[in-house]
DNA sequence: GCCAACGTTGGC
DNA sequence: GCCAACGTTGGC
């Protein structure tokens, strides 16, 4: 099992949206980068991630579960983007912000901290704990 | 609102 | 296949 982050905006798809979908989840829409891309189509079901608000939060505020593989994106006909399906799994207790991340020196590796642009990455086994215990779950 | 970093496009 | 120009993202 592999863990990942998600990256939206407030103004596109917030937190609030995705926990509104419930069990049923959504797709995760509307990559068009090579490398994101390319981690969502090696995710496999059951994979967790945290999901990021970039912009005015930059801040993690939940966890989400992998529930469908990639398959190709339905907001496009171009075939060369796919994405995965996610549900909500928890919220954090206590959202952890960017800058947490920076300050904790066990992150100064984390993708989020190196490569804010990256919309979709990866997690360590570590970072995940690391994130999870500062967010209180 | 600015700007650095990065990705993509297209001419050669 | 290289690289300049351009567009976008996201932190500050």
Known sequence: MAYW???SEVSTWSW???LAKGDAGE???GVRNY???NFM?????GDLG???LSQKEKCVVGIVEVIATAHPDSTTDDERWDCVDIKASKSLKTPVTLQ???EDPRLSDMVLVNNSRLSVQPVTPAEWAII???GGV
């Not at 189509?41 to 079901?45: D, L």
């Open 5 to 7: 982050l998600f990256k």
């Open 16 to 18: 609030e949206d995705q």
């Open 27 to 29: 797709e995760w829409d």
């Open 35 to 37: 490398q994101a891309r």
């Open 41 to 45: 189509r090696v995710m496999e079901i």
């Open 50 to 52: 945290f999901f990021y």
């Open 100 to 102: 947490m991340c920076k």
């Open 132 to 134: 999870c215990d500062l």
